[in-house]
Every structure is written in C-alpha cells, then in structure tokens.
C-alpha cells in the first residue's frame, strides 16, 4: 500500500521568512495530493492540492510543486506570518472506481513563525 | 454550502454506556468519512461509505459501528469503548473521484 513520509517534523522560521516541506510517497498510481493545515484544536483544512498531471500550482503565498518521477511534492509559503502556525498534513490518493478515496497522509510538520 | 458539520462537540462516556456521534453534510457527495485523530498525529482513516454502503473498514474494533441512513447522514455509535479509544473523531466527504476531503470539526471524546 501507499506510505507517504513528510519531512521536517517541525519548523521554526522568523516572520517574513520562506518555508518548504516535503512528502515522499511510494506508490506510482497515486494522483491526487492535497496539503491541509490544523490549528490547534480545529478541523484540518484543504489550502492547496495538485493533481499529477501538473507540475506546480500557486495560490497566492502559497505553492506547490510535484516531482511524479521522483515520488515527492512540496509545500512552499513565502512571506510567512503568524498565523500560518499551525500543523500541516499532506496526503496522497488514487482512483479507486466507487470506493470512495483512501487517503494516506504523512505525519504532519509543526510549523511555528516566529514575530 | 461547503461546510460538513458534527455533533457533539464534546463527549464524555464511560466504557459501559452506548452513545452516536453525528455527522451530515450537503454537498452531494457521495463518499463519507470516520477518521481518528490522536493528539500530535494525523487522522487514521476508519471507515469509508460510498452510495451509503461501506467499502472501507481499516480492521475497526466493532465497539465502533457506522451506520449511513442516507447520502447526507453519517453515524458512528460507540459501545464499551475503552480509554484509550479518547480522541478527536472527525467525520468527512468528498466527491468519489480523487478530490477534496472536506473535514467537519469533530467530536472531542473521553472514555473514563
């Protein structure tokens, strides 16, 4: 089955500072990757996905960038503030006809933006 | 409306009680979700219901069992839970096709 590795497990930067994380995955037929950020003690929420095939999207600050041939995607937000501290997750899936997606999700990145 | 909601809030039971976490949503998606989340990890995937039938059950102890009336509903009734089952048990959706998971707030559970 699909294991999805994500890397660092925390990150402190200053405010105004870039940060990058990583995930890995193992299966070639995953095709779907969204990235969730959880505050603390709130539901994880969707602020970015790629599709494979595509090999970057940007939204505003925040970016994401998909390697298919070496297994990993990347979460880039620039100009970091604040409230950008939280926890976030990526995920990988495929296509599965009609059982619904079996999201496998890396083990998150705390990450912490320092004023 | 994009918005996936959950009751209770909060749930405090002991390990013999019998008590049902809630779960709807009205986006029309066919796929519905059961995750637990212990603190500092990510959501471990439970249960999967597409068309109201589970296609999903990731070897779920049958303390815990879902239940989808229908395509908006979603249940999990618990019984003889131990204490270590307390977590935050967050319900979802999504389309079936590879696309977003829309997660509601959970339910915060302690087993005493």
């Known amino acids: 089955g699909e294991n999805v590795e994500q890397h660092p497990s925390t990150l402190s930067v200053q405010e105004g500072d870039s940060a990058v994380i990583k995930c890995t995955y193992s299966?070639?037929?995953?095709?779907?990757f969204p990235w969730y950020k959880q505050e603390l003690g709130k539901r994880p929420q969707l602020i970015i996905d790629?599709?494979?095939?595509?090999g970057e999207k940007k939204d505003q600050r925040i970016a994401v960038t998909l390697n298919k041939t070496a297994k990993h995607f990347s979460l880039h937000i620039t100009e970091t503030q604040p409230e950008d501290s939280a926890v976030y997750f990526c995920?990988?899936?495929?296509?599965?006809?009609?059982?619904?997606?079996?999201?496998?999700f890396g083990p998150g990145t705390r990450l912490s933006v320092l004023p | 409306d994009t918005e996936v909601t959950q009751t209770p809030k909060h749930l405090v039971m002991g390990m013999t009680n019998k008590k049902s976490l809630k779960c709807e949503q009205h986006?029309?998606?066919?796929?519905m979700y059961w995750y637990k989340q212990k603190a500092k990890k990510p959501p471990e995937l439970m249960f999967v219901?597409?068309?109201?039938?589970?296609?999903i059950n990731e070897s779920v102890p049958s303390r815990f069992s879902p239940e989808c009336p229908n395509s908006s509903l979603l249940n999990l009734h618990l019984h003889a839970l131990q204490p270590e089952d307390s977590a935050l048990y967050l319900c979802?959706?999504?389309?079936?096709?590879?696309?977003?998971?829309?997660f509601g707030p959970g339910t915060r559970l302690t087993v005493l």
């Open positions: 979802a959706s999504s389309q079936l096709r590879p696309d977003t998971q829309y």
């Open positions: 299966d070639s037929a995953s095709n779907y």
């Open positions: 790629i599709r494979s095939n595509v």
């Open positions: 995920a990988a899936t495929k296509d599965s006809e009609n059982y619904g997606q079996n999201f496998v």
């Open positions: 986006m029309g998606h066919r796929a």
């Open positions: 219901y597409s068309y109201e039938k589970l296609s």
